[in-house]
């Protein structure tokens, strides 16, 4: 096959999704690789080394997408680069269906596939394939160091001559791989750790890393969805869960929220009153921002100063670590395709990771959540 890359233009992405080292695996696999010239500047690879490793270095984006077969992103693409992909090829990248579906319209007319890194079911098999996890990882580590440098504090206890500083307090919002990597990093710099997830199960996950767990009082688990995800809790749940949340910010010096529900809004954890309770001088960073955000008000992509509380909605954080996360990201897209088009049926729709990530399949719809949403939109 013949895989294309080219470069990301959404605002702030810095990422690529491939790397030298994959370029060879895919060589090595009888594939070719075409690039877009410059496209791993941001992330410090060199068209030189794409050139070593055996690709073949392209000057538009238009000569990559006549040619590829199929299109390795980050992102999915705009409406422009869908119109010159080629009929009947294949795009793999991050794609959120709520965010894309006015989109889909333009890959059925060219009877296009879809492959969602953001789709791939969270099973033993497919770990080594987790772009969400992988990401959300280096967002969750450098969500405490963001924090840090807002704050007027200390993150460990000091002793000295002048007096002890007392331990910066952090709350994670969230107890997921993001959450958790937030737990550990915020540990490390030696702060007091507390954490909150509607899901029971991962306290004994937190308290292992060293945190505190706060939790609602309930005798279900309510908050428990599909694949170790949460999903969304009754409204008796979310009126116990406001009063604690409420009540444990008021010390808190950092808030990192990272509560996601898969292709819906993020849920508001955090609203108005609760900033305003906050110490002067503390700091929310939202890395829910991207679906809304986990507080009222945070503004996507912005810093934003609210009664002397700092609200950090920038929502590109793994963009910032550009080339661990493009090496990390364009591993898990290799071992997602080298999985899905290694036997002489590339697309067996009875394998679960193949079934689960395939959204469109040569223009038609392989997937219950986005027939909802073209459902709704033809109403």
Request: charged share 25%; with cysteine; glycine share 6%.
């Amino acid at each position: 096959m013949i895989i294309g890359i080219i470069k990301e233009v959404q605002k702030y992405e810095s990422r690529v999704s491939i790397t030298p080292e994959i370029v060879k695996k895919l060589l090595k696999n009888e594939h070719s690789v075409i690039i877009e010239s410059g496209s791993g500047d941001n992330s410090f690879y060199s068209d030189s080394l794409y050139k070593n490793a055996g690709a073949k270095i392209a000057k538009s984006s238009a000569d990559v997408l006549k040619e590829s077969d199929i299109l390795f992103k980050v992102n999915p693409p705009n409406e422009s680069e869908i119109k010159q992909i080629k009929s009947n090829s294949t795009v793999v990248s991050f794609f959120q269906i709520k965010d894309e579906v006015k989109n889909i319209p333009h890959y059925i007319n060219s009877k296009l596939s879809i492959l969602s890194m953001s789709h791939i079911p969270r099973t033993t098999l497919a770990q080594n394939m987790d772009a969400l996890s992988s990401q959300s990882n280096i967002a969750g580590y450098k969500a405490t160091i963001i924090g840090a440098d807002h704050i007027s504090k200390y993150m460990p206890l000091l002793m000295t001559a002048a007096g002890t500083i007392k331990p910066a307090k952090v709350l994670i919002l969230g107890a997921g791989v993001a959450g958790l990597a937030a737990i550990a990093n915020a540990k490390r710099m030696g702060a007091q750790v507390y954490a909150f997830d509607v899901r029971p199960v991962v306290k004994e996950q937190v308290e292992s890393l060293g945190a505190n767990f706060i939790e609602v009082e309930s005798d279900s688990d309510e908050g428990v969805g599909e694949g170790g995800y949460a999903k969304e809790v009754s409204d008796d749940y979310k009126q116990k869960q406001a009063e604690l949340i409420n009540e444990t910010i008021k010390s808190m010096d950092i808030i990192i929220s990272t509560a996601l529900i898969p292709e819906k809004p993020a849920p508001i954890l955090i609203n108005k009153e609760m900033v305003e309770s906050m110490q002067p001088g503390s700091a929310i960073i939202d890395l829910a921002a991207v679906n809304g955000g986990n507080c009222e008000l945070t503004k996507c992509d912005e810093i934003i100063s609210h009664k002397d509380v700092i609200i950090d909605g920038r929502s590109y954080l793994p963009s910032t670590m550009a080339q661990d996360a493009s090496q990390l990201y364009a591993k898990n897209l290799f071992n997602l395709f080298n999985h899905i088009y290694n036997g002489e049926n590339p697309l067996n729709l009875e394998d679960e990771i193949t079934n689960g990530s395939l959204i469109l399949n040569n223009g038609e719809v392989n997937n219950e959540i986005l027939s909802k949403f073209l459902k709704e939109e033809q109403k």
